[in-house]
């Protein structure tokens, strides 16, 4: 496989999350020999910088005719439908600001499990709906931008071409980290690392006022939540619900703009529902309500 260098290289414009990911990809081992699976692949920056790794790079987009990269052919792939990829057959996955398009995440999620290999990896961004700028927005109109309208179907839809009936919705299911991290959880998936972002001045200066606040009620409502949970094993409450009182209080999530994080394929999607399913019967049946 030929990769461009020196004056031939391609360069995509750097903004937002990019540099993040391509700094994230720049730092791994040569990766010849391993298998990518890039989705939303868009117009191939992130297949390109896998590709320099040595990676063998499958690209899937609902638009496959926006690839740029020479030499590089995407395939359709539709994120809301099973993936045209066999079970277990790559070593990692980028979903680079895609999973906030679509519907049914945790069916997405599932899919990644499904074609990942054990311990593979999943590189997983998005915007932020958890730090404090967009926190503070959500309880003025439920939008992440208090001078912007909440989505509608005036501007959910972001692209169509026009004779079919694919269609590449907005931002219409952002996502928080504490829901995120669930789907995650459910679909097998093990958090390795959550790197830092763009910081939001905003964010970083609400989020100094209200922290003491944040703080303090998220340990009241761990604390209290912990007691009516009692059935639940002392070990697995402080574990899951542990995490996320962490997660809660982090300074990414209060002043990072967007979500990245590395995931790893701890179970298959058999084994965690397996898992599911013995934790419902050791804690008596569904959970009681907390009011």
């Not at 790794?53 to 609902?62: E, M, R």
Request: glycine share 8%.
């Amino acid at each position: 496989m030929t990769v461009a260098t020196g004056a031939d290289a391609l360069e995509f414009a750097v903004t937002g999350i990019n540099r993040f990911v391509y700094d994230y990809i720049r730092s791994l081992p040569d990766l010849t020999g391993k298998v990518v699976l890039d989705i939303p692949a868009g117009d191939g920056r992130a297949s390109y910088e896998f590709q320099k790794k040595g990676a063998a790079i499958k690209p899937l987009d609902l638009f496959p005719e926006f690839m740029q990269v020479p030499g590089l052919t995407a395939e359709f792939g539709d994120m809301g439908e099973r993936l045209p990829l066999a079970d277990r057959s790559v070593d990692f996955v980028v979903c680079q600001e895609g999973i906030e398009h679509v519907p049914d995440q945790l069916g997405l999620l599932n899919e990644f499990n499904r074609v990942l290999k054990p311990g593979g990896k999943l590189l997983l961004t998005t915007p932020s709906m958890s730090h404090a700028r967009a926190r503070v927005s959500h309880m003025l109109f439920e939008t992440d931008l208090w001078r912007r309208m909440p989505p509608t179907e005036l501007d959910s839809v972001w692209f169509s071409d026009g004779h079919s009936d694919r269609i590449y919705f907005g931002h219409l299911f952002l996502v928080g980290v504490h829901h995120l991290q669930t789907l995650c959880s459910i679909a097998g998936f093990e958090t390795r690392e959550r790197l830092r972002t763009q910081i939001g001045w905003t964010s970083v200066l609400l989020g100094i006022v209200l922290y003491p606040l944040i703080a303090v009620m998220s340990l009241i409502t761990y604390r209290n939540y912990s007691r009516k949970k009692e059935q639940i094993p002392a070990e697995l409450r402080e574990r899951v619900w542990g995490e996320h009182v962490k997660l809660n209080l982090s300074f990414k999530t209060l002043f990072c703009k967007y979500i990245f994080w590395i995931l790893e394929k701890r179970w298959s999607g058999e084994e965690k529902r397996a898992e599911l399913v013995r934790r419902v019967d050791r804690t008596s049946g569904s959970l009681d309500s907390a009011e």
